[in-house]
């Protein structure tokens, strides 16, 4: 019997540092690295939420540099290998890629707005050239068609990538989507095709089911959910649940969920859940990242989070678009009480 | 009654949509008269547009301004980095004022709003970039008001359809340009840029946040000296609005402007295309001035 094998990647060390407003601690990236190490996880991502230097007030101002997670999780990674993320527009090759890959990082990923995938090139070209293992990934997936999605992954298999994944960065996708859209890149891609989820619509588990039946072969999935929003794919439920179907991940399930547990314990500030503001994120079809942001803009200038997030859908609002929260705000309270501003 | 001022002359070198839409502004211009319009191909969009207005048009590249240095005085380029690096021995040789919409990085610096005068000076002024033109003006104020600021961070948002190939190919050198740039104009330490490709139909426009991290700002003179240099823009770019003045928030100090385009050549969106090259005809006409002066 030949059983199928999915390749787990696992942002918890990255996608988990919009959880804590990226203020993961040394401790705790290698407190995680060896637990997901002793667990066989075949990839460790690491770094600020939206990756090598996003550190910003944008989205937010990163405790640790890049280059000191990168340096504490290569210290204790021996089986697991070592992802980054890398967004052109947030970062550079010569002053984040570069020294990322002489830090030591085997694997890369570069990502785009889902209808981007032209910005790109450069950096994939680049860590391809340097040997290393390199994906192209495309963000906010539900934004764009099955086509769309096709035509902008053979861009990334062009210029080299040996993979791409799409991203559900807003957890709006349904189960019937990812199959569609997933089936669409399988059917036409010669290279891998991933999934990466998000839980704000309670469907992370399911979309991540339905993404590999569709044939992906690359899962992405974080101890504990821990992740933006209501968090990513429950890493030791997708183990669980993925060789409950047949498919093999080579993850030690017992050291899985050790390795969770251990999330419990020191990495959440509080459990990961759908609040009601990863919901309407989810629905409206937003960034996850920008929910804690949301909540506390919203309380400043005492409008309703929900009026802020379906107007930041409407006007169709991409990852690193955090600065029209504030705008919005501003616009909706002086709309509320038009006499007193902030 | 004084007699007609004349013109100074100009030509146009890179008939692409940056080319294009600076020619249209040169039409309206009233002390600039496009002389000649340089592509590579009779068959550019660009060119077939130009030639439609009756202006002379060239497909030879450099050699169109190395056959006939008396054509014109001042030179746009909206070539490429590389091209307009070739350009430049070239025409410096023959006199010529270059104003430079490339990041070549070789000339002065300029941003209308801030430093003109002491452009004019030079034979080869840069245009810097579209977020570096939208967000200097503002990042300038905070820094002479708070010359402490120890970091500013400018993001621009703009319409995915108003990013052409080189912008996309390009966007390292885009963030080291505009990120040095704010540095120097700003004189804070840090600096950091961030560009954001938004593909909504309809098309966004063009918005920039400047962001600065200061201890105890003076939020009053920053929302008088915000409110003077933004009109100070409008006077070269109409499209040019706050829509966010000076806010603390989350530890931060944040200001919005959003930039609409003319609609010259390019899409009302296109913001983004449309302010760099309101700079750079501002750059011209002071050019012109004062050779007017000269005269």
């Given at each position: 019997m030949t059983i199928m094998k999915i390749l787990i990647s696992d942002p918890t060390l990255r996608d988990g540092n919009h959880a804590v407003k990226h203020q993961l601690t040394l401790e705790q990236v290698t407190a995680y690295a060896v637990a997901a190490n002793a667990a066989g996880v075949p990839i460790v991502e690491v770094g600020h939420g939206n990756g090598l230097g996003?550190?910003?007030?944008?989205?937010?101002?990163?405790?640790?540099?890049?280059?000191?997670?990168?340096?504490?999780?290569?210290?204790?990674?021996?089986?697991?290998?070592?992802?980054?993320?890398?967004?052109?527009?947030?970062?550079?090759?010569?002053?984040?890629?570069?020294?990322?890959?002489?830090?030591?990082?085997?694997?890369?990923?570069?990502?785009?707005?889902?209808?981007?995938?032209?910005?790109?090139?450069?950096?994939?070209?680049?860590?391809?050239?340097?040997?290393?293992?390199?994906?192209?990934?495309?963000?906010?997936?539900?934004?764009?068609?099955?086509?769309?999605?096709?035509?902008?992954?053979?861009?990334?298999?062009?210029?080299?990538?040996?993979?791409?994944?799409?991203?559900?960065?807003?957890?709006?996708?349904?189960?019937?989507?990812?199959?569609?859209?997933?089936?669409?890149?399988?059917?036409?891609?010669?290279i891998a095709v991933g999934y990466h989820a998000h839980n704000n619509l309670?469907?992370?588990v399911a979309n991540s089911i339905a993404a590999a039946q569709a044939g992906a072969v690359i899962l992405d999935?974080?101890?504990?959910?821990?992740?933006?929003?209501?968090?990513?794919?429950?890493?030791?439920?997708?183990?669980a649940v993925l060789e409950k179907s047949g498919l093999s991940t080579g993850i030690d399930l017992y050291k899985m969920l050790d390795a969770a547990d251990l999330v419990r314990k020191k990495l959440l500030e509080s459990a990961i859940s759908i609040s009601s503001t990863s919901l309407v994120s989810g629905l409206a079809g937003v960034f996850s990242g920008f929910a804690k942001h949301v909540e506390r803009v919203a309380g400043e200038y005492n409008v309703d989070f929900r009026d802020i997030l379906f107007e930041l859908g409407r006007r169709k609002a991409v990852a690193g678009q955090e600065d029209m929260i504030v705008e919005i705000a501003d616009a909706l309270a002086k709309k509320n009480s038009p006499r007193s501003s902030k | 009654m004084s007699l007609p001022v004349p013109k100074l002359k100009v030509a146009i070198i890179g008939s692409g949509n940056i080319g294009t839409d600076l020619l249209m502004k040169c039409l309206?211009?009233?002390?600039?008269?496009?002389?000649?319009?340089?592509?590579?191909?009779?068959?550019?969009?660009?060119?077939?547009?130009?030639?439609?207005?009756?202006?002379?048009?060239?497909?030879?590249?450099?050699?169109?301004?190395?056959?006939?240095?008396?054509?014109?005085?001042?030179?746009?380029?909206?070539?490429?980095?590389?091209?307009?690096?070739?350009?430049?021995?070239?025409?410096?040789?023959?006199?010529?004022?270059?104003?430079?919409?490339?990041?070549?990085?070789?000339?002065?610096?300029?941003?209308?709003?801030?430093?003109?005068?002491?452009?004019?000076?030079?034979?080869?002024?840069?245009?810097?970039?579209?977020?570096?033109?939208?967000?200097?003006?503002?990042?300038?104020?905070?820094?002479?008001?708070?010359?402490?600021?120890?970091?500013?961070?400018?993001v621009s948002s703009i319409a995915s359809r108003s990013a052409g190939p080189a912008t996309r190919l390009n966007i390292d050198e885009y963030l080291e340009t505009t990120e040095g740039a704010v540095k120097s104009f700003a004189k804070c330490k840090n600096a950091k840029a961030i560009l954001i490709l938004n593909p909504a139909t309809p098309c966004v426009d063009m918005q920039t946040t400047i962001f600065a991290k200061i201890d105890n700002p003076d939020m009053e003179k920053l929302t008088l000296a915000v409110k003077k240099v933004v009109e100070k823009v409008r006077n070269y770019v109409p499209g040019y609005q706050l829509i966010l003045p000076p806010t603390q928030e989350g530890g931060r100090v944040m200001i919005t402007v959003k930039v609409q385009g003319r609609g010259d050549y390019l899409p009302m969106f296109a913001?983004?295309?449309?302010?760099?090259?309101?700079?750079?005809?501002?750059?011209?006409?002071?050019?012109?001035?004062?050779?007017?002066?000269?005269?």
């Open positions: 996003a550190s910003s007030l944008q989205v937010g101002l990163s405790l640790l540099e890049d280059h000191a997670m990168l340096k504490a999780a290569r210290e204790v990674l021996t089986t697991s290998k070592l992802g980054i993320f890398m967004i052109p527009g947030f970062a550079t090759i010569n002053k984040d890629l570069r020294p990322a890959l002489d830090l030591g990082a085997d694997v890369v990923r570069i990502a785009s707005h889902c209808t981007e995938a032209d910005t790109t090139q450069r950096h994939i070209g680049f860590a391809r050239e340097r040997g290393k293992e390199v994906y192209g990934v495309l963000m906010m997936s539900h934004m764009a068609q099955g086509d769309v999605l096709l035509q902008e992954c053979r861009k990334m298999e062009s210029y080299g990538a040996e993979g791409v994944i799409l991203m559900d960065s807003a957890g709006a996708s349904l189960p019937s989507e990812v199959t569609e859209k997933v089936k669409i890149l399988v059917d036409h891609l010669a309670g469907l992370a999935g974080t101890a504990c959910g821990f992740g933006a929003g209501a968090g990513n794919t429950q890493l030791e439920v997708l183990v | 309206r211009s009233a002390s600039l008269e496009c002389m000649m319009f340089i592509g590579r191909s009779f068959t550019s969009p660009g060119i077939v547009k130009a030639s439609g207005l009756g202006i002379r048009i060239s497909d030879r590249s450099i050699d169109a301004i190395i056959n006939d240095p008396a054509s014109c005085d001042l030179v746009f380029d909206c070539t490429s980095a590389a091209d307009a690096r070739r350009h430049w021995p070239i025409l410096k040789e023959l006199g010529k004022t270059v104003v430079d919409l490339t990041p070549a990085k070789i000339g002065v610096m300029c941003v209308p709003a801030v430093n003109l005068q002491e452009c004019l000076g030079s034979q080869n002024v840069n245009m810097i970039t579209c977020g570096g033109q939208a967000s200097i003006p503002l990042a300038h104020q905070i820094g002479l008001i708070h010359p402490d600021a120890e970091y500013i961070e400018v913001g983004n295309l449309d302010i760099i090259n309101c700079a750079a005809i501002a750059a011209a006409e002071a050019f012109a001035k004062i050779r007017q002066k000269q005269a």
